[in-house]
């Protein structure tokens, strides 16, 4: 899903002089704190960590075929093409539609 | 999928999000908390748009934090979703939310989508459920999942070669697993 590297702390642009109200100078140079408690307050859940355990266990042979089909192509085409936007995969239980890399 | 997707994605405006649903979450899993994965995601790579830090700020009422009400967080969704970013989001065997909570999930995506054509949508479940997603996306293209006899063979060898007690095994035993158990599934 999201790579580790791709997560960007460290904001410097959270810079915040309150100096003129309650001589209270506030200089936040380093990760950007409320941004962590944002994404907390947005939602609890943490789809990237089932994301890890998915990948840990997959065979990457198995289901290629499905990304292969012209069904997930079109749906899948980054260039710019606007055919219908919603792909559902179905299938019954334990037949591997989580486990599709 | 998710990794397919990331691959093809690198070096452009393309974010990919992913939500998985649980038979055993249906509490934290409301329409509200899966919407709030979703938007986690998109902002959780770069900086953090004025509007919700707005949003944030304005939660706090002198005894904590209010979380996001439904309505809201759809409203936060379509401005976050903005050309010219491609946004796909991958949600992993819907079937297994609350039907409350995969009506409201369906209906908000709905929602986003007609305003947000940059939006697109994988959803994975088993087949019961296309009659609700047909509800609100009536022309979803469908593909059929099933393993073929080369999947089968492919785990099944991996199965067998991380078993935990190889000296029960013999080399006719596994050919006779090899043979049968795909022979087997394909009649299923």
């Known amino acids: 899903m999201l790579s580790g590297s791709q997560q960007v702390t460290g904001n410097i642009n959270s810079f915040n002089t309150l100096a003129s109200h309650n001589n209270i100078i506030n200089i936040t140079a380093g990760p950007d704190l409320e941004k962590d408690q944002i994404l907390q307050w947005l939602s609890q859940l943490e789809p990237q960590q089932r994301h890890e355990g998915v990948r840990a266990d997959r065979l990457d042979s198995v289901g290629n ?5 012209n069904e997930f192509r079109q749906w899948c085409d980054m260039g710019g093409g606007w055919g219908e936007p919603v792909l559902f995969c179905y299938g019954n239980p334990g037949v591997g539609k989580t486990y599709l890399r | 999928m998710i990794d397919s997707l990331c691959y093809q994605a690198e070096g452009r405006d393309v974010a990919v999000v992913g939500l998985y649903c ?12 899966m919407l709030g994965a979703i938007l986690k995601q998109l902002v959780s790579r770069g900086g953090v748009p004025e509007h919700i830090r707005e949003a ?10 209010r979380g996001l009400r439904l309505p809201d967080m759809v409203e936060i969704l379509k401005k976050t979703i903005t ?11 819907l079937d297994e939310s609350a039907p409350k909570n995969r009506w409201g999930l369906l209906k908000s995506l709905q929602e986003i989508i007609r305003v947000s054509p940059n939006m697109r949508i994988l959803l994975t479940g088993r087949p019961h459920i296309d009659n609700e997603i047909v509800e609100f996306f009536s022309k979803a293209v469908r593909i059929a999942v099933s393993p073929t006899q080369d999947d089968i063979k492919s785990y099944l060898e991996m199965r067998l070669n991380s078993d935990t007690t190889p000296k029960v095994m013999d080399d ?14 394909s009649e299923m």
């Open chain 2, 22 to 33: 649980d038979f055993l979450a249906h509490q934290e899993q409301s329409t509200t908390g």
């Open chain 2, 83 to 93: 050309l010219p970013q491609q946004v796909f989001v991958c949600i992993d065997a």
């Open chain 2, 172 to 185: 006719e035993l596994r050919r006779h697993i090899m043979r049968i158990i795909p022979e087997k599934i």
């Open chain 1, 65 to 69: 075929w499905v990304l292969e089909t």
């Open chain 2, 56 to 65: 944030f700020r304005g939660a706090e009422n002198g005894f904590g934090r």
